[in-house]
């Protein structure tokens, strides 16, 4: 196997162990944010989680022990922001957090739709940080998910995104409502509201064309 395909299976062996991860946390009534944050001693359930991954997936635990070396390597690179920071995150293009009474993956129908907050790298943290929280819990939206700082090849600006997702985007007032919230945590400008479908059809930002079906 050469070397871009062994990076290939660990970036994938990386975001299935991370999964895995999240909702074993998740039915511990915990989250890795919390335990980051709270400066917690989480090495012995990276351990087991990770013993529970490589009996699922010894391939893959095989290309993440080759990458990192141990999990004690795999540890530390969690406990400091790893899938938590979206400026110290590497590994995954993508940062996600969903509403306490939302199973992942239940946002993403035409129903849906997300305002756009586009940013640069020393606003992304710390906003992240205001809307992960008020989304866990249950304040904000039904889901919401920042760029971090692994290069994304179908990225169309330079800038950190964070996107904030509300159920049904015919509901103007309660679309409206996480509008409001979000410029309660500082997003003053103007910002633009685009409806799933939209993006399910490929239509992006083009010169002379609106996709954005609200703007406030």
Do not use: C
């Not at 709270?38 to 990276?46: C, E, H, L, P, V």
Request: proline share 3%; no cysteine; glycine share 8%.
């Amino acid at each position: 196997m050469g070397e871009a395909e062994e990076g290939d299976l660990s970036d994938v062996a990386y975001g299935l162990f991370e999964i895995l991860l999240n909702r074993v946390l998740r039915e511990q009534g915990r989250s890795l944010f919390e335990l980051v944050e709270a400066g917690s001693d989480f090495r012995d359930d990276i351990g087991a989680i990770f013993a529970r991954f490589a009996s699922d997936y010894p391939a893959l635990a095989e290309a993440l022990t080759s990458r990192f070396g141990s999990t004690d390597a795999l540890y530390r690179l969690l406990y400091e922001g790893e899938g938590v920071i979206p400026t110290k995150t590497t590994l995954m293009y993508w940062i996600v957090q969903d509403a306490p009474d939302i199973a992942p993956g239940e946002m993403d129908d035409e129903m849906a739709g997300k305002w756009l907050i586009f940013l640069q790298d020393d606003r992304v943290d710390e906003l992240w940080r205001k809307v992960r929280n008020a989304t866990a819990s249950g304040e904000l939206g039904i889901s919401a998910k920042v760029s971090t700082a692994k290069p994304n090849p179908e990225s169309r600006d330079e800038r950190k995104v964070i996107y904030v997702y509300t159920r049904d985007w015919a509901n103007e007032p309660n679309v409206m409502r996480v509008r409001e919230r979000l410029r309660e945590m500082g997003v003053i400008e103007r910002i633009g509201y685009k409806r799933n479908i939209e993006t399910f059809r490929g239509e992006y930002s083009e010169k002379g064309k609106k996709v954005t079906y609200y703007s406030a």
